[in-house]
């Protein structure tokens, strides 16, 4: 059975801070998905990270993969207010049209 | 276009009661799906469809109905609600796994079970 855990669940930090968040995932995958949840939302598509390896940017957030470790990174740079959100990741783990799998989501809070 | 949509946005029913979930997609997606959201947890997959006239059951699937008789609707039908049921229903759909399979999610539907 797939399992994902991200940590922390849950964040709060200062603007123009650094941090990173984590997403650990149990079984071979290639495939992983960062989405942003505001609060009484749907969730936003943040990146499609699709090979080991794999590195995307957008503005201030930076995902990054590796399969052999099984292990994706969120990477936030400078925070700003408008940045807080929920953070899911997710992990496709069938080679067909199998649903996502979803950590519990980290909570981010960001202080003036 | 208007991505993907779902009727009703709220629903109180009381234990016992039916009720069908709408998902309608503009995208010409083949994929779609429902998920839950209860709180403090990520998203679990109800059920899922590669294709029209086609259902395969998720990670929690009982207590749950689904058809796709149009590529671009799936419905999701509770036979007879329970209050373990309460949660946010989120619809997705997809392009497909040749183009990554990001999914693409409405805005949810708030359903109570009293």
């Known amino acids: 059975e797939l399992k994902v855990e991200q940590n922390p669940l849950f964040l709060s930090m200062q603007e123009g801070k650094n941090y990173t968040i984590y997403c650990n995932y149990s079984?071979?995958?290639?495939?992983l998905y960062w989405y942003r949840q505001d609060p009484g939302k749907s969730l936003e598509s943040l990146f499609v990270?699709?090979?080991?390896?794999a590195v995307k940017q957008e503005g201030r957030l930076m995902a990054s993969l590796d399969t052999k470790a099984r292990l994706s990174t969120l990477h936030i740079t400078a925070a700003v207010h408008d940045l807080s959100a929920t953070y899911f990741c997710?992990?496709?783990?069938?080679?067909?049209?199998?649903?996502?799998?979803f950590g519990k989501g980290t909570h981010l809070i960001i202080q003036p | 276009n208007a991505g993907v949509t779902q009727t009703p946005k709220f629903r109180v029913l009381k234990t016992g009661q039916s009720m069908t979930l709408l998902c309608a997609q503009d995208?010409?997606?083949?994929?779609m799906y429902w998920y839950r959201q209860d709180p403090g947890m990520g998203l679990r997959l109800i059920h899922y469809?590669?294709?029209?006239?086609?259902?395969a059951k998720g990670e929690v699937p009982d207590g749950y109905n689904v058809s796709r008789l149009k590529k671009q609707n799936f419905l999701l039908g509770l036979e007879s609600a329970a209050p373990s049921q309460t949660s946010v229903y989120f619809c997705?759909?997809?392009?497909?796994?040749?183009?990554?399979?990001?999914?693409?999610f409405g805005p949810g539907t708030r359903l109570t079970v009293l």
């Open positions: 079984t071979t995958s290639d495939r």
């Open positions: 990270l699709l090979s080991n390896g």
């Open positions: 997710a992990v496709h783990s069938g080679g067909g049209a199998d649903g996502l799998t």
């Open positions: 995208m010409n997606h083949e994929y």
């Open positions: 469809s590669v294709g029209e006239g086609t259902t």
């Open positions: 997705a759909s997809s392009r497909g796994a040749a183009w990554g399979n990001e999914q693409f």
